[in-house]
């Protein structure tokens, strides 16, 4: 194995993003605003007073301290959702074996799974 980097590897022309600021985050941005179309004005305020979940950068709202410009990393769009989703009900916590088998990302859905308790009731 040799200890070069090869450009087969590389994602674009400049290798991890080199000499890039900003990257082009724009598919996590239409996901997010996706995800969370039920709250938009409250997913909005999250983003813009809240502080970043994902990263050790210091921000308040959109604005960073550290780099220029507007802070939406990846990480804090990913989480969003878990700052707007609705009280979890706790009989949904009733019997840990019918969610044993669950993935992370079903985990995290479980109040979509609250709503759809009700509409079938």
Not at 10 to 32: D, L
Not at 38 to 59: E, F, H, K, N, W
Request: glycine content about 8%.
């Amino acid at each position: 194995m040799t200890k070069r980097i090869h450009p087969r590897i590389w994602a674009g022309v400049r290798p991890f993003g080199i000499g890039t600021q900003h990257p082009n985050n724009y598919k996590e941005i239409a996901k997010a605003v996706w995800e969370n179309r039920d709250r938009l004005p409250y997913a909005y305020r999250i983003l813009d007073q809240g502080v970043c979940d994902g990263c050790s950068l210091g921000t308040t709202g959109m604005r960073d301290w550290t780099l220029d410009g507007v802070h939406l990393c990846n990480v804090r769009l990913r989480v969003l959702r878990l700052n707007t989703m609705k009280a979890l009900d706790p009989a949904l916590l009733a019997d840990p074996e019918a969610l044993r088998g669950r993935r992370a990302a079903q985990l995290r859905s479980l109040d979509k799974m609250v709503d759809k308790k009700k509409k079938n009731k």
